[in-house]
């Protein structure tokens, strides 16, 4: 089975590759994700920013449990919960208080509960099994992948399989998640950073070039900008090529100011590529008010475009990974 890195405001952890995004809540300081596998919810997740003061992980589930144990009272249920289930080796998630326990439901459910000591986060994982099978490995390898703050300053964020760490400053301002086309927008001051993926580049690029392809997808954005000049390259790989182009000239501007007015004295970069191996091309673009600002150029180091498991900082890695 092939995994992938699921990453969402910071929270991350591998889910096998037809686990999705179907539900997100909140916002990095609290917030809620949900995946599911096309049919059943497979996980549930939560967390929250506590400013360090929270009370220890078996508090969190004493209670948790406590409140669990008597809805399921009500309903004439009785409950089997099972604490400190060892699932992971001792020494898992090493800067993090944790416990794992499970009950059973439609089918079983195994929960992590943990609090950082790092950056102060509480949270909760639930993997949920389906019908009678046996879900422990599965939950194992969420809960020991899980990770809850930027490493060496990068932040994961993964969906539908596209993965991309980008700096922590850059909080996110917007999002459309469609599988055919994924497109997430960061602010950090005054610079824009969008990553974008499109799905069926193959059909995309039927009779065009990368260049024309850009030129017709990105019509609405370039608007705002001279005639952008590209230069063909590659990238992680891939053939690609680099975009630039300046802000328009004021007399060439509308009267009546544009929706996009920010984007004015802006300059775009971007690269652009197609990965063949999993028939997707990818739009990174940035808009920032210093010409020479290259920053787009780190990004794309920080992309796995083709890989399954992808831990490894850096996009050259080769780890297919069909088992
Ligand atoms: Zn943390
Ligand atoms: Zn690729």
Request: with cysteine; glycine share 10%; proline share 4%.
């Amino acid at each position: 089975m092939k995994w992938n890195l699921f990453g969402w405001q910071g929270l991350s952890f591998p889910v096998p590759e037809d686990w999705n995004l179907s539900k997100i809540t909140g916002d990095a300081r609290s917030g809620s994700v949900r995946l599911d596998d096309g049919e059943i919810v497979r996980v549930e997740a939560e967390w929250r920013d506590t400013e360090g003061r929270a009370p220890g992980v078996t508090a969190l589930v004493d209670r948790y449990v406590e409140g669990l144990t008597k809805k399921a009272a009500k309903a004439g249920r009785r409950l089997e919960v099972r604490r400190r289930v060892r699932l992971l080796p001792e020494g898992s998630l090493p800067d993090k208080e944790w416990e794992i326990f499970s009950w059973r439901a439609e089918g079983r459910v195994y929960n992590l509960a943990w609090r950082c000591r790092t950056c102060g986060r509480i949270g909760l994982v639930r993997v949920f099994a389906r019908g009678s099978e046996d879900i422990g490995r599965y939950a194992g390898q969420v809960f020991g992948g899980l990770e809850d703050h930027p490493v060496d300053g990068r932040q994961l964020w993964g969906v539908y399989g596209m993965v991309v760490r980008v700096s922590e400053g850059f909080r996110l301002e917007e999002h459309n998640l469609r599988t055919g086309h994924i497109r997430l927008v960061f602010r950090e001051g005054n610079r824009e950073l969008a990553v974008e993926r499109v799905g069926l580049a193959d059909i995309m690029l039927r009779g065009r070039t990368l260049k024309e392809w850009f030129l017709g997808f990105f019509d609405k954005v370039l608007r705002d900008f001279e005639a952008p000049s590209f230069e063909g390259t590659s990238f992680l790989g891939h053939p690609g090529v680099r975009v630039f182009a300046p802000p328009k000239k004021l007399w060439k501007r509308p009267l009546f100011p544009t929706l996009n007015r920010v984007r004015r004295s802006r300059f775009l970069r971007g690269c652009v590529w197609h990965c063949a191996d999993m028939n997707t091309i990818w739009a990174i673009t940035t808009t920032s008010r210093d010409q020479e600002d290259l920053f787009v150029e780190e990004v794309v180091q920080n992309v796995s475009c083709h890989q399954g498991q992808a831990h490894q900082p850096g996009g050259d890695a080769q780890v297919p990974s069909d088992s």
